[in-house]
């Protein structure tokens, strides 16, 4: 297989294909979505299963920001636990969210299933683990509250861990058999194709360069065209473009680049993940790891790679591939590619009123799950007239303060940590962070 610089393994691999038209003319809408990744995607899709008139611009293709850039993780719930998430939220509304998220790894599986998507879904679960002993702290804090909900979440010991996940650089783990992993960018596209086929007109390679609030709805320009429409759903997350007479809701924007091993042989695939679940850790610098339909081994970790500590990160990978799986410490890394997560203050997503419309971001990583969910329980909201339907109470403004430093503050941290682990010239992850 050959690999174009610069492309992710899942653009390489997706057997999910769709082309739409650029937008030309004047159209109208009951709803126009901007975005094409999992949340404008699943928010044109259930609109239109709902009967709704629905237009959906893409600046670029679908999938083509942080959907198609993703792990690939469909976990259930947020990086926070229950208790935090109530903390920030209030109980009532936090119990809710905690509720609906833990059912939307099913939400996705089943979607997929209804609409046929070819996007490698594996439902194996996940293992978050511990990166040293300290880690198993918080694995014991997350069960409790997990647990505590009635989530089916079950802690491995050490020995039980690395046999699940092949390597002895891990120290216990928390396994959540609701999860699982797919190719995400097939993912996304193969929503963009259902809510297509559900009667929803899709448009590629069409910027929206203004947007204008009128009294009835909402004057969408981009280069070719404009759309009018009732309603609106924002949903570019982490990868918002300039459009006139639109400000774009701060974020604290992270890095995080990947890389994928050549297919590994029998052998190692029977040990190394041979149950197929995805893993994160509990490290500070979070790294992850994963195979793919092929026997890819799939692993990253946060970081820049544009940044001038670049090769310091990408050293940092092939050490950690190393200090994890041994045998696979000369293995070749077939392509590596990176993106950007938007985070907010709170870690928890908001949906800003727009006044007949929404915006919604901040999934800080967990775009798969929760960006089904918010986009479906949006246009529920505005097709159905009922934002009770909402996943989260609706924020009327969102401020952020020196947003483009605290994300310098991640770069920082990955940067010593992964130049620590350099200069140290130790192969093993288990640096304890």
């Known amino acids: 297989?050959?690999?174009?610089?610069?492309?992710?393994?899942?653009?390489?691999?997706?057997r999910e294909v769709l082309s739409a038209p650029v937008l030309t003319g004047e159209v109208s809408a009951d709803l126009v979505v901007i975005g094409g990744g999992y949340t404008g995607c699943s928010a044109a899709l259930r609109a239109a299963e709902m009967g709704a008139d629905v237009c959906l611009l893409e600046a670029d293709s679908f999938g083509a920001g942080g959907s198609g850039r993703n792990v690939g993780l469909v976990n259930a719930g947020l990086w926070l636990p229950p208790e935090e998430i109530n903390a920030?939220?209030?109980?009532?509304?936090?119990?809710?969210?905690?509720?609906?998220?833990?059912?939307?790894?099913?939400?996705?599986?089943?979607?997929?299933?209804?609409?046929?998507?070819?996007?490698?879904?594996?439902?194996?679960?996940?293992?978050?683990?511990?990166?040293?002993?300290?880690?198993?702290?918080?694995?014991?804090?997350?069960?409790?509250?997990?647990?505590?909900?009635?989530?089916?979440?079950?802690?491995?010991?050490?020995?039980?861990?690395?046999?699940?996940?092949?390597?002895?650089a891990v120290h216990g783990a928390l396994f959540d058999p609701r999860a699982g992993t797919i190719q995400p960018l097939a993912y996304a596209i193969g929503l963009a194709r259902a809510?297509?086929?559900?009667?929803?007109?899709?448009?590629?390679?069409?910027?929206?360069?203004?947007?204008?609030?009128?009294?009835?709805?909402?004057l969408v320009a981009?280069?070719?065209?404009?759309?009018?429409?009732?309603?609106?759903?924002m949903a570019t997350n982490a990868y918002p473009q300039p459009i006139a007479g639109y400000a774009?809701?701060?974020?604290?924007?992270?890095?995080?680049?990947?890389?994928?091993?050549a297919p590994l042989p029998d052998d190692l695939a029977n040990e190394i993940l041979p149950q197929g679940e995805g893993c994160w850790d509990t490290g500070l610098i979070m790294s992850s790891w994963r195979r793919d339909r092929a026997g890819r081994l799939i692993i990253g970790g946060m970081g820049e790679l544009s940044h001038p500590a670049g090769r310091v990160h990408s050293n940092w990978l092939r050490r950690k591939l190393a200090g994890m799986f041994?045998?696979?410490?000369?293995?070749?890394?077939?392509?590596?590619?990176?993106?950007?997560?938007?985070?907010?203050?709170?870690?928890?997503?908001?949906?800003?009123?727009?006044?007949?419309?929404?915006?919604?971001f901040g999934y800080s990583g967990r775009g798969i799950g929760p960006g089904t969910l918010f986009g479906r329980r949006m246009a529920d909201a505005l097709i159905g007239e009922d934002p009770s339907q909402l996943p989260v109470p609706l924020s009327h403004h969102h401020r952020l303060?020196?947003?483009?430093?605290?994300?310098?503050?991640?770069?920082?941290?990955?940067?010593?940590?992964?130049?620590?682990?350099?200069?140290s010239g130790s192969r093993s992850p288990a640096v304890d962070q």
Not at 91 to 104: F, I, K, M, N, W
Request: charged share 15%; with cysteine; proline share 6%.
């Open 1 to 14: 297989m050959t690999h174009e610089p610069g492309r992710s393994l899942w653009q390489e691999t997706t």
């Open 88 to 168: 920030a939220l209030g109980h009532v509304a936090g119990a809710r969210l905690s509720e609906l998220l833990a059912a939307a790894p099913a939400a996705v599986f089943d979607l997929i299933k209804t609409h046929q998507i070819d996007c490698e879904p594996v439902r194996s679960g996940t293992l978050h683990c511990a990166h040293a002993p300290s880690g198993l702290k918080d694995l014991h804090n997350r069960h409790r509250q997990l647990a505590a909900i009635g989530a089916p979440v079950r802690l491995l010991s050490r020995s039980e861990a690395i046999a699940r996940v092949g390597s002895d």
């Open 195 to 218: 809510a297509m086929a559900q009667g929803a007109r899709l448009h590629a390679q069409s910027p929206v360069v203004s947007l204008d609030r009128h009294a009835t709805g909402w």
């Open 222 to 233: 981009t280069p070719g065209g404009t759309v009018r429409a009732r309603h609106l759903i």
């Open 248 to 261: 774009a809701p701060a974020s604290i924007p992270v890095s995080y680049f990947q890389a994928a091993t």
């Open 326 to 360: 041994p045998a696979l410490a000369d293995y070749p890394l077939e392509t590596q590619w990176a993106g950007k997560i938007a985070m907010t203050t709170e870690h928890i997503p908001k949906i800003i009123d727009l006044g007949q419309g929404f915006a919604c």
């Open 401 to 423: 303060p020196f947003a483009g430093l605290r994300g310098a503050y991640y770069e920082t941290g990955a940067t010593l940590i992964h130049l620590l682990a350099e200069r």
